[in-house]
């Protein structure tokens, strides 16, 4: 299992259901599932649309491992962003006990402490 830290709130869309795809600049050929960390900031949400912003509660965690989502594709989008250049589409978001911890950048082997919840 992967890890990869994404900033709140899109978490928290991810995990109600609301957000399917994750933009970043890369791409990669791993699939399965991805064990989701909550980078330390909370993300500017001025690209959402107001329906999405109303769906975001005020107080959210921040700074540690969340869930688990399976990486099933990778599409190359038309966005002139660099950094919505690949939309990785999520499938199957399932919370795990939040545990604290400090994140990375990039596509990382999950902690051995919690690849139990790969299953």
Known sequence: MKRLTIRQ???????AGLKIDEFRSWKTSYRGPLL????????????????????????????????????IDIRETDDTDPAMRYAWRLKNPRLIPFTPALGSLGLLDAPRSLMRYAA
């Open 36 to 71: 989701i960390h909550i980078g330390q900031r909370r993300d500017k949400d001025d690209r959402l649309s107001p329906r999405l912003r109303a769906a975001i509660p005020d107080e959210l965690p921040c700074g540690g491992y969340f869930g688990i989502v399976d990486l």
């Open 9 to 15: 709130p899109y978490v928290h869309l991810i995990f």
